[in-house]
């Protein structure tokens, strides 16, 4: 089945020592999102990708930082990991077109839980 | 500005009972609905949505969701409620006439089946 795919599940670092969250997608879907999300909250979008274009947020920090190499990946790198960027870090996918973006619904992965000690 | 309400925390319904979890919005244009589901430690899943059309949406596991223009809300429901329905939702919408496709995400309802 086509799906959204993130590796790994659990991953626990050190404080200050950089992280590499990845996700694959079978979807052929040409935006790719990165979302935190903390404590049951609602998902905060981070930055995204719109095919090779990349969209930062405006308040992401500098330390989170993004990679797509082509369609089908995207990875999460956060240089410096500190105590409160412990979370879930969700993937999404969708098709977006036409003249005014339409977009169709978000696909997420299964999300990757970081804790940082 | 794009805006969504989830304006309850947590909702708490009997097994076997109709459920309610309420979304309000505002857009200046078009709105797209959308509702999730998330359960513990796992990613959100794609319910239902609303672009166009007929009012009432049907959408996975017995859910339905309400468009009423007049009152710009898309309230989830479920004719019976199942104790496996127990899970995060969340509401998001996008304006359909604004080239800025983003999500705009309430904040979450925790719905809470008892058996």
């Known amino acids: 089945d086509a799906m959204v795919i993130q590796n790994p599940r659990y991953q626990v670092t050190q404080f200050g020592k950089p992280v590499t969250l990845s996700c694959s997608q079978t979807l052929n879907h040409n935006v790719m999102y990165w979302y935190q999300q903390k404590s049951s909250q609602a998902p905060k979008l981070l930055f995204h990708?719109?095919?090779?274009?990349?969209?930062n947020e405006a308040d992401t920090p500098d330390n989170f930082q993004s990679r797509r190499p082509n369609t089908s990946f995207c990875f999460l790198d956060i240089r410096s990991p500190g105590l409160g960027d412990a979370a879930m870090y969700l993937c999404a996918t969708s098709r977006v077109s036409g003249a005014f973006r339409n977009t169709g619904e978000l696909f997420f992965g299964e999300g990757s839980r970081l804790t940082v000690l | 500005a794009q805006s969504v309400a989830q304006p309850e925390d947590q909702v708490n319904v009997a097994e076997g009972n109709p459920l309610t979890v309420k979304c309000t919005y505002s857009?200046?244009?078009?709105?797209?609905l959308f509702w999730y589901v998330q359960y513990p430690n796992r990613g959100l899943q794609f319910l239902l949505k609303y672009i166009t059309g007929d009012n009432l949406v049907k959408g996975s596991y017995g859910f339905e969701a309400e468009f009423n223009k007049s009152q710009t809300s898309f309230h989830l429901k479920k004719p019976s409620a199942l104790v496996s329905d127990s899970a995060l939702y969340f509401c998001?919408?996008?304006?359909?006439?604004?080239?800025?496709?983003?999500?705009?995400w309430g904040a979450g309802t925790k719905l809470i089946i008892k058996p």
């Open positions: 857009v200046s244009g078009n709105p797209y």
């Open positions: 990708y719109y095919d090779k274009d990349f969209n």
């Open positions: 998001a919408v996008r304006d359909g006439m604004d080239s800025n496709y983003q999500l705009i």
